[in-house]
């Protein structure tokens, strides 16, 4: 199936990022909120994100004035009737999805695709609470979402091979990299990232090797742009700590059980950048 309009449930830090790409790729983009100020602050940082671009040169200033007339900014997702596909990205709660899929279920025609950015809720979960679970899956973006080149579709037990491919299409239209992945916890970036985060903690809990050459170790042996324990001071160690709990708790393999020092860390409210101390100093 052609997507031309794409919906967007949700104007926070992911949701934004994916108007921001859509419309950028040329696709009619309608975004909801909850509310007034939600919605003006969702739209300023998508405004931001297009004069920086200006700036930089990326774009021109008339290629930003076309951007922004094809985005359409709403706080009734009843405005998401005409779409095509619509990608949920409200927070990561499994009751506040299933009633926006539900709503979505009564308000879209029967042909329009429903995604969830979901990291780890699991989408059969959510493609139960509409009536056409072959036209539910995962579209997992990453952030920032117009740097980060990947998105995962993440297709359950129940989603249609046709909407699997429509929804390879769109991604690739919207200049990204799509991989298919089952409807398992931590689909293939999480599963792999977190126990090797967690390993090259229990390396410096274990003494073996200092934080600045651990992270040393993955930048320059293995190209990542940053080290494991970097990373995590940027995501936040409470990200990763409740990410891997939940992985332990679906997988109850060990691998993914956090170390006692993550666990100290967080105790001690070492979260990382945001609170100014993490593995690295940041004050
Ligand atoms: N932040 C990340 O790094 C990241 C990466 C990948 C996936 N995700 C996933 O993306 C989803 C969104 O995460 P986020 O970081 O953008 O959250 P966020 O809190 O920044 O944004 C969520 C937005 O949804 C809005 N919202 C809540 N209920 C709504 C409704 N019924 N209708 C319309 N809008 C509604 C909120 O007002 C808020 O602005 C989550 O499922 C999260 O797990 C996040």
């Known amino acids: 199936m052609e997507i031309k309009r794409v919906g967007v449930v949700g104007c926070g830090a992911m949701g934004a990022g994916i108007v921001e790409v ?15 100020d939600y919605l003006k602050k969702g739209m300023t940082s998508i405004n931001t994100y297009f004069c920086k671009s200006v700036e930089k040169n990326r774009i021109t200033a008339q290629d930003k004035d076309t951007i922004l007339t094809r985005i359409k900014g709403t706080i ?6 005409d779409c095509d596909l619509v990608i949920e990205a409200v927070p990561e709660k499994l009751d ?7 709503q979505l279920d009564k308000i879209c025609p029967e042909k329009t695709i429903l995604a969830t950015n979901t990291s780890a809720l699991s989408i059969v979960d959510i493609a139960i609470a509409t009536n056409r679970p072959d036209r539910v899956l995962g579209l997992h973006f990453f952030n920032p979402v ?46 792999l990232i977190m126990p090797f985060t967690l390993n090259a903690i229990r390396l410096l809990e274990q003494g073996i090797a200092t ?11 293995l190209n990542h742009p940053m080290g494991p324990l970097e990373m995590t001071d ?21 691998q993914f059980m956090p170390p006692v020092l993550l666990q100290k860390m967080i105790a001690a409210g070492w979260l990382g950048r945001k609170t100014g101390k993490g593995f690295y100093d940041y004050k």
């Open 22 to 36: 859509c419309a950028q790729a040329g696709f009619m983009v309608t975004v909801s909120e909850t509310n007034d």
């Open 211 to 221: 934080k600045e050459d651990i992270d040393t170790a993955c930048k320059q042996g």
């Open 96 to 102: 506040m999805k299933k009633h926006v899929f539900s």
């Open 234 to 254: 940027f995501l936040g160690n409470d990200v990763l700590y409740n990410g891997c709990i939940d992985m332990y708790e679906k997988y109850k393999d060990p």
């Open 76 to 81: 009734d997702i009843v405005d998401m009737k």
């Open 146 to 191: 117009p740097v980060m080149k990947l998105v995962e579709i993440v297709c359950s037990i129940a989603t249609g091979n046709a909407t699997i491919e429509s929804a390879r299409e769109f991604v690739k239209a919207i200049g990204k990299s799509p991989v298919v992945v089952k409807d398992t916890p931590g689909f293939i970036v999480n599963r």
